[in-house]
């Protein structure tokens, strides 16, 4: 049998992130870093998508005019506040499906310690990233805000959970779980129903 080339060579598997900026579009759209571990993704399914675009459209919408705020989806959100190796050289970010961020100068990259909100829309199969490991990952990150929206089998949406940051334990707090329409009021008002959501 012949073993895969990160059977015997580790660090195959890590990346910098002058190696990432380096690779094709199509090879980054397909993975997320941690500490330089590369992380593979699968595809959305096609109704996963439609609930980040209409998302992000009912946030942009409600958006206040001041301060100046943007809303992304599946863009890189590099990690501020990750630890360094001695050479200061480790490399992490994530995509969330929507994030509701300062607003950037433009070209400029998105990192966590511009985020508000990150959402992640969670499909049948995926629940451990998001549910554990990112709830970690984005409360270290001290993201203000983050909504896990879960799809059923028949992928719609099944349910919201949102959480917020306990700034005194850096931690995540379970503030609520939304069904049958998300409200928030926090850093600024908006809602929208799973009908909404899940329309075609």
């Not at 941690?34 to 595809?43: E, G």
């Not at 950037?104 to 990259?109: P, V």
């Not at 990192?111 to 990952?137: C, H, N, Y």
Request: charged share 30%; glycine share 4%.
């Amino acid at each position: 049998m012949t073993l895969p080339i990160w059977a015997t060579d580790p660090e195959s598997l890590l990346l910098t992130e002058k190696q990432y900026e380096e690779l094709p579009d199509h090879v980054r759209r397909s993975i997320e870093v941690i500490d330089n571990h590369v992380i593979f993704l699968h595809s959305g399914s096609v109704e996963h998508s439609r609930v980040a675009r209409r998302l992000a459209a009912v946030i942009e919408q409600a958006r206040p005019p001041v301060p100046c705020i943007s809303v992304s989806t599946e863009v890189d959100m590099h990690y501020a506040k990750r630890q360094q190796d001695a050479e200061g050289n480790l490399f992490s970010f994530r995509r969330p499906d929507v994030t509701v961020h300062r607003c950037l100068e433009r070209g400029a990259k998105l990192d966590s310690g511009s985020a508000l909100i990150a959402v992640e829309i969670v499909s049948p199969g995926s629940e451990r990233t998001d549910l554990v490991q990112k709830v970690a990952e984005y409360a270290r990150e001290q993201i203000p805000v983050y909504l896990v929206i879960t799809l059923d089998d028949k992928l719609y949406v099944k349910h919201v959970q949102e959480y917020r940051l306990d700034w005194s334990r850096r931690a995540y707090q379970l503030v609520g779980v939304h069904d049958g329409e998300i409200v928030i009021t926090d850093p600024f008002p908006f809602s929208v129903t799973f009908a909404e959501l899940d329309r075609e």
